[in-house]
């Protein structure tokens, strides 16, 4: 799927600001208003745009413990695969699961409230699941995060 120049601008600016209305982002990408609306609404249909989201700031919802879970199992069959796929979809903490490969089989993001509300997290994690190994790593400072991909 290629992208052109404008299309190209047309997602920068959105990463930064989804709010931006079409007018101006028309005039930022030197597109009328309805090629710009075309461009946007192809880009949504192809799946390149997959939503716009706000961007919540986790202290102000106290959330202050951002927390990184390494998993190790030693099941690696589709059941186990599907259930720890059910179990961390269902939890709210969970923003982020990945399958890694290297020593480490999941890593898990997470944010929660203070080390009592990780354990409380632990808990439901590993309530139904069976794992050769669970360690977490806390976030002592946050250096750089951003959602923008780059283009």
């Known amino acids: 799927m290629g992208f052109d120049t404008q299309d190209r601008a047309i997602l920068r600016i959105i990463q930064q600001d989804a709010t931006i209305g079409l007018e101006d982002l028309s005039d930022r990408v030197n597109l009328s208003r309805n090629a710009c609306w075309r461009r946007l609404k192809l880009?949504?249909?192809?799946?390149?745009?997959?939503?716009?989201?706000?961007?919540?700031?986790?202290?102000?919802?106290?959330l202050g413990l951002q927390v990184f879970i390494h998993v190790k199992t030693s099941d690696?069959?589709?059941?186990?695969?599907?259930?720890?796929?059910?179990?961390?979809?269902?939890?709210?903490?969970?923003?982020?699961?990945?399958?890694m490969s290297g020593d480490l089989d999941y890593l898990i993001h997470a944010w929660v409230r203070d080390m009592k509300s990780y354990d409380h997290l632990y808990q439901r994690l590993t309530k139904n699941l069976s794992f050769s190994d669970v360690s977490a790593s806390f976030v002592m400072e946050e250096i750089k995060a951003t959602?923008?991909?780059?283009?």
């Open 43 to 62: 880009l949504e249909e192809r799946g390149v745009i997959r939503k716009r989201v706000a961007l919540l700031d986790p202290d102000a919802l106290d």
């Open 147 to 151: 959602t923008e991909l780059p283009i």
């Open 76 to 99: 690696h069959s589709i059941t186990w695969a599907a259930k720890f796929a059910q179990v961390t979809r269902s939890l709210p903490e969970i923003t982020a699961v990945h399958r």
